[in-house]
C-alpha cells in the first residue's frame, strides 16, 4: 500500500495506494470537514485545485447529518460527489476542543453535542462503526486529544488508554471489513500516537503502538499551543520510533513553514484548516509571503494576488477586484480567497515532491521555510 520511491536525509518521497486511488507523497489533506470545504467550494473545485485527497470528520457528521443516512446514501464518496481518497478523522481532537462537558472513561467518552446539546456517546468501537457508514479510504483511531499543559502522569494514563483504545478500534475494523454490505471492505486504520510534550511518554507509545503493524501511523496532540520548536523536538524524538515502512501523519498541521519542517523531519501526511480559515478572513499565501488583501494599498492593485501562481483565482481576477469583494461582504470573495490558498498548499506539496525527486529538497527549504511566513 505505501512504496518508498526516494529519500533525501529523513525526508521521503512516496505513494500510497487506496480503494479510490494513488496518493503521491508528502501530501497536504484538503480539509472538508462536513462533507464540504468552508468558503463555497464543491469537489469539482477539489479536482482543479490538484486536491490529491479530501478529509472529513467523524464527530460532526455523526452529529449532522448522521452516518447512518450518509451510508444509506451510499457512503460519503458519492454523497459528496468526490471519487478520489477520504480521511476520515475520529471525533477525538473535536470532542476535546467543541464538547462542553465530557467525561472520558475506559470504556468511551460522553459528551454534550455543541450543536443542540444532546449527551452522545461514543466508544473506540463507535467511532469505527461511524467511520464504515462513511466508507472512507483512511480511518482513524478513537483518541484522547489532552489540552497543554497537562500533568505527566495524566498524560501517560490517558496515553495507555488511547494505546488500549486503539487495539478495540483494530478489532472492531477487522470484524466490520468482513461483514457483507460493508460500503468499503478496503478501509484501512492508521493508529495515533499520544502524549503531549514527554518524550519518554510519545516513544513509549509509538513504541507500543508500532507492534499492531496498521498500515499507518499519526503524531497527534500538537500545535494545540506548544511553542514551534517543542513541537519540532517532539516530532524529532517521535519519528525515530515509527516504522520506516508506513506512512507518517502528522495531525493538525499547519503553517507552510510547518509543512516543509515537517516534511524535513520524515512526515508524509498533512492537513490543518489554516489556508481555508485564513483564506476567509483575507489572508492570503504566496510565494513571498502572507498579504492581508483587505489592507487599502491593495485597492487600486491590478496584479493577481500572486503573479507567480497558477491557480483559477490568479489567472483571472486582480488584488483590486478582491479587495472589493471582502469590503462589499460579497460570499464570492471567501470562495475565491480560499481557492486560491488550498491551490496554493497543493502547489507547494507538488514543489516538495518535484524536490525530492530531483534530491533539491534542502534547497527548497532554504529558500521558503522562513520566507512563506513572513507577513508582507
Known amino acids: 500500500m505505501f512504496e518508498i520511491l526516494k529519500t533525501e536525509g529523513r525526508a521521503r ?37 490538484g486536491c490529491q485527497i479530501e478529509l472529513s470528520n467523524t464527530y460532526h457528521l455523526h452529529l449532522r447529518p448522521g452516518d447512518g443516512l450518509i451510508h444509506d446514501m451510499g457512503g460519503l464518496h458519492r454523497f459528496m460527489n468526490w471519487n ?64 497543554l499543559p497537562a500533568p ?33 471492505p478496503g478501509q484501512v486504520l492508521f493508529g495515533i500516537n499520544q502524549g503531549a510534550t514527554y518524550i519518554d511518554i510519545r516513544c513509549d507509545n509509538m513504541d507500543a503502538i508500532a507492534e499492531l503493524d496498521l498500515p499507518g501511523y499519526a503524531i497527534g496532540g500538537l500545535a494545540v499551543g ?29 503553517t507552510p513553514s510547518n509543512i516543509i519542517e515537517g516534511v524535513h523531519r520524515g512526515i508524509d501526511f498533512f492537513d490543518c484548516v489554516m489556508p481555508a480559515r485564513n483564506g476567509r478572513h ?27 501562481c497558477g491557480c483559477p483565482v490568479c489567472r483571472t481576477y486582480s488584488r483590486s477586484y478582491l479587495r472589493h469583494l471582502f469590503a462589499s461582504g460579497e460570499i464570492l470573495g471567501l470562495r475565491l480567497a ?14 516538495i515532491r518535484l524536490s525530492l525527486d530531483e534530491g533539491t529538497f534542502n534547497e527548497l527549504r532554504a529558500r521558503y521555510s522562513g520566507t512563506l511566513g513572513t507577513r508582507i
Open 84 to 147: 478520489g481518497p477520504i480521511l476520515t478523522d475520529s471525533g477525538g481532537f473535536q470532542i476535546f476542543s467543541l464538547a462542553k462537558l465530557r467525561k472520558i472513561t475506559e470504556e468511551g467518552t460522553e459528551f454534550n453535542s455543541h450543536i443542540d446539546g444532546r449527551r452522545v456517546f461514543m466508544s473506540p468501537e463507535d467511532s469505527i462503526g461511524i467511520q464504515s457508514n462513511l466508507g472512507s479510504d483512511i480511518a482513524m483511531a478513537f483518541d484522547e486529544c489532552i489540552g
Open 13 to 49: 518521497r512516496g505513494r500510497f495506494t487506496t480503494p479510490h486511488g494513488t496518493v503521491e507523497t508528502p501530501v497536504f489533506m484538503n480539509v472538508g470537514t462536513q462533507a464540504a470545504i468552508k468558503g463555497g467550494l464543491s469537489a469539482r473545485d477539489l479536482t482543479e485545485l
Open 152 to 184: 505527566y502522569d495524566y498524560v501517560k494514563a490517558s496515553a495507555d488508554r488511547t494505546r488500549r483504545w486503539l487495539v478495540r478500534c483494530k478489532a472492531e475494523l477487522e470484524r466490520l471489513r468482513e461483514l457483507p454490505g460493508t460500503l468499503n
Open 282 to 308: 483575507g489572508h492570503l499565501f504566496t510565494w513571498n509571503g502572507v498579504i492581508n488583501i483587505k489592507n487599502e494599498k491593495y485597492a487600486r492593485d491590478p496584479d493577481p494576488i500572486d503573479p507567480e
Open 226 to 254: 506548544e511553542p514551534t520548536q517543542e513541537m519540532y523536538d517532539t516530532i524529532d524524538a517521535t519519528e525515530e520510533h515509527m516504522p520506516k515502512d508506513k506512512p507518517r501523519y502528522l495531525m493538525g498541521v499547519g
Open 338 to 351: 480560499v481557492a486560491h490558498n488550498l491551490y496554493f498548499y497543493n502547489k507547494l506539496m507538488e514543489k
